[in-house]
């Protein structure tokens, strides 16, 4: 699967604008796959906003029907002749096989996995729910013919899944992408730092207590320094940040969650350093999407962006271990005091630590962008090779006929803006293309 010999991608998602994990690396994959040259529709569960390069197929509401991933099984609108269909987790992994099942007998399944089913809702207690999460997740990745994981850490946890199952696919890891932005011009007569931390915070899995003890212990060290939290609930926002002040100082702004990019990329630009202190994430986009904007970050060690930053196969050390905590064996997260250590090392040579995370940023433009990561998943769709058809049972025949598509007629992908007509195709199927690479090289590593 190359630009000569364009494929049709199906992807999956409950929104194209979003600052989720599985609906940014939805719709980043789906635009560098677009920019290869393939034919990319994102079918996503709400009306959305078009691209130039992608179908993006935003489902209106039916009255009276709420289930999100629920709309993404619709028949209506669905593209002709898919190649290859993307989904993610248990969110639209479903839509993913049944679709497949039901119109798309030659496509292709990629299941991409976002989080640590069989542990995350265990460090929430509640043991059944992450129980059937996994069992749900072990099913979708039995289904499917290529399973990615995002980072080290969920593409650990995938094979393992994987391993369970009778007839088990390839599993492989996707670094996510990086998208570089302009730096900010450092400023010569600045006095207070400025931390940032990203994460829901009213979710203690993100780490909101330990940015602020870290707050807390730098002031103690006088370091003239405030902290921004950027992912409150909007109804909580005035009380949670009198709370916060009351116990630990004014130094604390809390900011409700968007996924307004103007405003994402003017915190990144308006920030000194940035903490991702999660005690639990399966990768963590938000650390290497500042890095692409050569902001400074500390990430703890037993994340998947922090695996990541300190494999020296993939980053260089001398680059990517100053913006890693060490959390200790067995532990969830390194003590406050210990992330102060850290940042105070990083603050004190402020020009030094702008320089090497300019350098990362460099890094990780010219190996991890998402053209690097859509390269990759096409490659390993090609090692694939075509999918021979099951036996058609009844009611598949029609989905069967439109399915069989002379590669002729794919030679130049359509590219259309916004969603698609009713008209577009009479039958409405359709099947897409490949993903990742196995080599240990950019994009997919194993």
């Keep these: 699967m190359t630009a000569d010999s364009p494929e049709r991608f199906l992807t999956l998602a409950t929104a194209w604008v979003g600052h989720s994990g599985g609906v940014t690396v939805n719709r980043e994959l789906s635009i560098a796959l677009a920019e290869l040259g393939h034919d990319v529709y994102a079918r996503v ?5 078009g691209h130039p390069l992608v179908h993006v197929q935003g489902l209106d509401p039916v009255p009276g029907i709420t289930d999100e991933r629920g709309q993404l099984l619709r028949a209506d609108g669905l ?55 996994a069992e749900t997740e072990r099913l979708l990745i039995s289904k499917s013919d290529l399973a990615v994981g995002v980072g080290p850490l969920l593409t650990d946890d995938t094979a393992r899944l994987a391993r369970m199952c009778e007839h088990p696919p390839p599993v492989r890891e996707m670094i996510p992408g990086v998208q570089l932005g302009r730096p900010a011009a450092p ?19 993100k780490g909101v207590d330990t940015a602020v003890g ?39 702004k809390l900011k409700p969650f968007t996924s307004d990019r103007s405003v994402i990329e003017a915190e990144i630009r308006g920030a000194d350093l940035m ?50 905590v060490q959390v200790p064996a067995g532990a969830h997260s390194a003590p406050a005091d210990v992330w102060a250590d850290r940042a105070e090392a990083l603050i004190q040579d402020m020009a030094r630590t702008r320089h090497r995370a300019l350098a990362l940023r460099e890094h990780l433009g010219n190996h991890f962008t998402w053209k690097h990561t859509a390269q990759a998943l096409t490659e390993e ?42 008209e577009a195709e009479t039958p409405r199927n359709s099947l897409p293309a490949p993903w990742h690479g196995t080599g240990r090289g950019d994009g997919i590593v194993r």
């Design 45 to 49: 569960s709400v009306p959305s906003p």
């Design 79 to 133: 593209p002709r002749n898919v190649d290859v269909i993307i989904g993610h987790g248990r969110f639209t992994g479903g839509a993913a096989s049944y679709l497949r099942e039901k119109f798309y007998p030659r496509a292709r399944v990629v299941h991409i996995t976002h989080a640590l089913t069989d542990e995350l809702d265990r460090l929430r207690g509640d043991p059944q729910q992450a129980t059937q999460h």
């Design 187 to 205: 400023d010569p007569l600045q006095k207070r730092v400025n931390l940032l931390l990203f994460g829901r915070a009213d979710d203690p899995l």
């Design 214 to 252: 870290v707050l807390v212990a730098l002031r103690h060290k006088g370091v003239d320094a405030q902290l921004t939290i950027l992912g409150a609930k909007p109804g909580a926002l005035k009380a949670g940040e009198e709370m916060i002040r009351k116990e630990f100082g004014q130094n604390v």
């Design 275 to 324: 903490l991702m202190a999660s005690r639990h994430d399966g990768f963590g986009l938000t650390a290497t999407e500042a890095a692409g904007y050569g902001l400074p970050v500390l990430v703890p060690s037993n994340i998947g962006a922090g695996m990541f930053l300190s494999d020296p196969k993939k980053v260089p050390p001398e680059l990517g271990l100053p913006s890693v």
């Design 381 to 422: 769709l090609n090692k694939l090779g075509p999918k021979d058809p099951p036996s058609l049972g009844k009611g598949q025949q029609s989905a069967s006929l439109v399915n069989t598509r002379a590669k002729a007629g794919a030679a130049s992908p359509r590219k259309a803006e916004g969603l698609l007509s009713p």
